[in-house]
């Protein structure tokens, strides 16, 4: 069970918006502790998507962009694509655990 | 190109040892923390130990502390994980990763990783 808390699954059509909560509490994501984003694609390791809440590493499409509010943070992607079905992870640091801890990751389908 | 290969993994018994290394390349690596992160079959990604740029500082998951060792050689680019103690729960693809800065922060480069299979 983390300490971060996402969705199981996420559906959208090609061209939607859809967005990716992660919550979390006060000795992490509700401090001064960024949160980050990674994409895992089918039989592939994390690739970096989202870093500092809601920056965007160069070669990240801007149709990817995070946000940041209070305890909670959230990801969304626009004009969705079959390519971007993935599961997507949040990631922070957690003062009570002294530790980095990810989200349970939720399974984007593009139907 | 910036790049990380891990290697080292494969089947050990329960109470076992097994020692994961990484290579890292186009990137001065003592200029960068370090960190290993695990993924069970079917499960989430689980931040398992980082290490800082200059190696003085080290970090673990509580599932993992006294049982593994992190390290690093600057001279060589090369990470390492000396997992002792071995439990089933070990199992898990195992990934290094290279963190944005000199202290453990976001883990912008990742290498493919290595299976741990801790079985009888």
């Known amino acids: 069970q983390s300490v971060l808390t996402q969705p199981p699954s996420v559906s959208g059509a090609p061209g939607q918006r859809v967005t990716i909560s992660c919550t979390g509490s006060s000795s992490n994501i509700g401090t001064p502790y960024d949160v980050h984003w990674y994409q895992q694609l089918p039989g592939t390791a994390p690739k970096f998507l989202i870093y500092a809440n809601n920056n965007r590493p160069s070669g990240v499409p801007d149709r990817f962009s995070g946000s940041k509010s209070g305890t909670s943070a959230s990801l969304a992607i626009t004009g969705l694509q079959a390519e971007d079905e993935a599961v997507y992870y949040c990631?922070?640091?957690?003062?009570?655990?002294?530790?980095?801890?990810f989200g349970g990751g939720t399974k984007l389908t593009v139907l | 190109e910036v790049q990380l290969l891990e290697s080292g993994g494969g089947l050990v018994q329960p109470g076992g040892s097994l020692r994961l290394s990484c290579a890292a390349s186009?990137?001065?690596?003592?200029?960068?923390?370090m960190t290993w992160v695990r993924q069970a079959p079917g499960k989430g990604l689980d931040w398992v130990s980082a290490i800082t740029g200059s190696g003085g500082s080290t970090y673990y998951t509580d599932s993992v502390k006294g049982r593994f060792t992190i390290s690093r050689d600057n001279s060589e680019n090369m990470l390492y994980l000396e997992m002792n103690s071995l439990r089933a729960e070990d199992t898990a693809i195992y990934y290094c990763?290279?963190?944005?800065?000199?202290?453990?922060?976001?883990?912008?480069?990742w290498g493919r990783g290595t299976m741990v299979t801790v079985s009888s």
């Open positions: 990631q922070s640091y957690d003062s009570s655990l002294s530790a980095w801890v």
């Open positions: 990763a290279k963190s944005t800065t000199v202290t453990v922060d976001a883990f912008d480069i």
């Open positions: 186009g990137f001065i690596f003592s200029g960068y923390a």
